[in-house]
């Protein structure tokens, strides 16, 4: 799943940053956008395969009834390439929020032609405290399946609560349950020593892997840039940038 730095810093542990990148883990993340936001990220070259570069862009649009967002990620290069558009509808009830993403998955291999499928996303978030959030999201919930094998998209599901311990620092803990592979348990820690940096690192079970990512904003600009390691594959390097007026 193509991820923008800003996700991808804290190994995916973080699930509530209340910003336009979350919303395709998370989508009741988008309830809590009250602007309009915008970011794009491309990873060139994940574990070291330019094959597999990935990108995308993401902009949310909060109306009077319910926060929306829209999505383009595409992944793999002219001989196969992966491209998911997808809308979110996000609300807050109180201190409980709520969220669905829609997603178009089309497929192309050359030599082999075009599938796709739609898959569906479903998410509740709550408050317990000033501190503490925590969330359930349920991804490709209805099972979709693509070409003719009828392969079935990635199914997940993710549970993490997130902790402001300082008005500097948070860490977060997720657990990701993919139906085809075991349990994965991510750990991520964010911090700001000043208000125009912050840092994430991050750690995750099954894969075993390290996580880091710097940010860097001016204003209602960030840039952003993370890494993550792979025992056997390599580094994965991706760059973002978002904005918000």
Known sequence: MPEPPAVYADGMSSLFAGDVDFFMLNPSAAASIQSLHASVFYSPSPFDLPQLSNGGLAIAVPTEWFETGYAVTSTGYSLYKELTATAVFARSFGIISGGCNINYNHLRIEGYGDAAAVGIDLAVSVQMSDDIRWGVSLLNINRPSIGREKELLPQWYLTGITCQFLSTASVSFTMIKDVMYPLSVRTGVKFSPIDIID???????????YYAGIG??????????SMATHADLGLTHTIGLSFSL
Not at 199 to 209: A, C, H, I, K, L
Request: charged content about 15%.
């Open 216 to 225: 860097i904003n001016y204003m209602s600009l960030s840039v952003r840039y």
């Open 199 to 209: 840092f994430q690192v991050g750690v995750s079970s099954d894969p075993s892997r």
